[in-house]
């Protein structure tokens, strides 16, 4: 038995050593695709091979195809690092193996999810009675929270959207921002909304909903109709839409205010930040990733929603005998999501609350905010535009012409010391960074910020990446 297990340990000393030097590692894969295809393919064996030797040959063969995205210098889309407290559970999630869908298969997971959940929701200052529930991140959240509004929406006009679909249901119109993140339209064409039944709003100079327009397209519709998609956490500027007027236009106009907040309304958790998000307690259904600012490793996010009796509706199952047998007492994870069987992911969240505490979530917030604005001063100061007003952890910057702000991030992308992603916002190319991880230090921005001048100003400095 003992023999058939090493394997485990070989994976720890392993990960050990790679979370140890993640600092020092080139930030950016040296493998490309074609390279790794010829290294991990090829046809599968007949007969088996022996598990350590297959862990070896795989942690041989990938690790040049890896991103050090968990590492301090990554600053590319809204990615965080994994705590390592969160990773060590994340573990045990494995090893314990449990089906976290309901009660009676795990009461451990099924209590440790029901704890998480309800220490998240007071952290986000959401109210007490919100239901949630545990999805794989921002996408299944923004599904689901939808999926509550539709069910709500069509129920007040007698439509049971469950038995009767929505091919000709009422009309449910759906109210959105045009900096919407680009996921919100898939989850609403999964929803059976198609793009056409959305009502676009335009947005300010740093992409907040325009709130007298909104006005206006709630008045075009019928009242206790809409559904208003609003935004804590633009994914350029870091911007938050104006919750308290938004949230009584909606309250006003019976519509449903659903809040995208994927990383933005982590500054609920920030008593220094909590004003970006004022208001937001008074949306219907929230979506929140966890993956991405609680520093957790992947997938996790989470759906919160003010009204028990859409959420359940929304996601109620038509239950095989087999299924109706759980008296535990305990909550049944499927009851609120889409998942039945799926990984107990609320494990690692929990761990992660424990050891951070209320202080050091709300440091983690501001760390990284306050490292977003030494960033947007470093770039400054060396020349760069910054084309936002950073008041979380994004920064927007430029090099001159779109050609050569296009060129930083190129250069920025093949130097070893740091990896970020370029957008075109509001007419203009920019380079996108986004400060998510407990790792970045001062030490990383300055030496990060000196990397993006030295390229911008020296073409010709860039190391060779191969
Ligand atoms: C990342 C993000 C999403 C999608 O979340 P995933 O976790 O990638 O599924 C949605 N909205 C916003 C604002 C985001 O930043």
Redesign the pocket.
Not at 137 to 140: N, R
């Given at each position: 038995m003992a023999k058939r297990h090493h394997v485990l340990r070989l994976a720890e000393s392993y990960s050990e050593a790679f979370l140890e030097k993640i600092d020092s590692e080139p930030v950016g894969n040296r493998a490309g695709v074609e390279e790794l295809r010829r290294r991990l393919g090829g046809s599968l064996s007949d007969s088996g091979e022996e598990d350590a030797q297959v862990l070896e040959d795989v942690i041989a063969a990938a690790s040049e195809g890896l991103v050090a995205s968990s590492g301090p210098r990554y600053f590319g889309f809204?990615v965080g690092g994994a705590l390592p407290a969160a990773v060590a559970a994340d573990w045990l999630v494995s090893v314990w193996d449990q089906c976290a869908g309901m009660a009676i298969l795990s009461p451990a997971a099924a209590v440790i999810e029901e704890v998480a959940g309800s220490w998240i929701r007071n952290l986000l200052r959401l109210p007490d009675a919100c239901t949630y529930a545990f999805v794989t991140?921002?996408?299944?959240a923004?599904t689901l929270g939808i999926a509550c509004a539709r069910e709500d929406r069509l129920s007040r006009l007698d439509w049971d959207v469950g038995v009767r679909g929505m091919v000709g249901s009422p009309p449910v119109p759906v109210i959105a921002s045009t900096e919407r993140?680009a996921?919100l339209n898939r989850s609403l064409r999964l929803l059976g909304f198609g793009d056409a039944s959305v009502i676009e709003v335009s947005c300010d100079s740093e992409g907040r909903m325009a709130v007298a327009e909104l006005e206006r397209a709630l008045s075009s519709v019928e009242t206790g109709r809409a559904i208003v998609c609003a935004?804590a956490?633009n994914?350029n500027s870091g911007a938050f839409d104006e919750f308290s007027a938004i949230s009584s236009l909606t309250r006003a106009y019976g519509a449903w205010l659903h809040v995208?907040g994927?990383?933005g309304l982590w500054a609920a958790a920030s008593p220094r930040l909590a004003d970006l998000v004022r208001g937001v307690d008074q949306a219907d259904s929230w979506a929140v990733?966890m993956?991405?600012w609680l520093n957790v490793p992947y997938d996790c996010?989470a759906i919160f929603c003010r009204h028990r009796e859409s959420h359940l509706a929304s996601m109620r199952l038509d239950s095989a005998p087999y299924l109706n047998s759980d008296d535990s007492g305990g909550r049944n994870a499927a009851e609120w999501g889409f998942e039945s069987s799926r990984r107990a992911r609320a494990i690692p969240v929990y761990v992660a609350l424990r050891a951070l505490g209320r202080d050091g979530i709300a440091s983690l917030i501001d760390r990284c905010c306050v490292l977003a604005l030494r960033f947007a001063e470093r770039l400054s100061a060396g020349g760069a535009t910054i084309g936002n007003d950073v008041v979380l952890n994004q920064v927007l910057a430029s090099f001159g012409s779109d050609d050569q702000t296009q060129r930083v991030v190129s250069s920025v992308q093949a130097d070893p010391a740091l990896w970020a992603g370029g957008t075109y916002w509001h007419g203009r190319s920019w380079l996108r960074l986004s400060v998510s991880n407990w790792r970045t230090r001062e030490e990383d921005i300055d030496l990060a910020a000196d990397a993006i001048l030295r390229v911008w100003r020296e073409p010709s400095a860039l190391p060779d990446p191969h």
């Open positions: 809204v991140g921002g996408q299944a923004n993140h996921t935004q956490g994914v995208d994927a990383f990733d993956h991405k996010g």
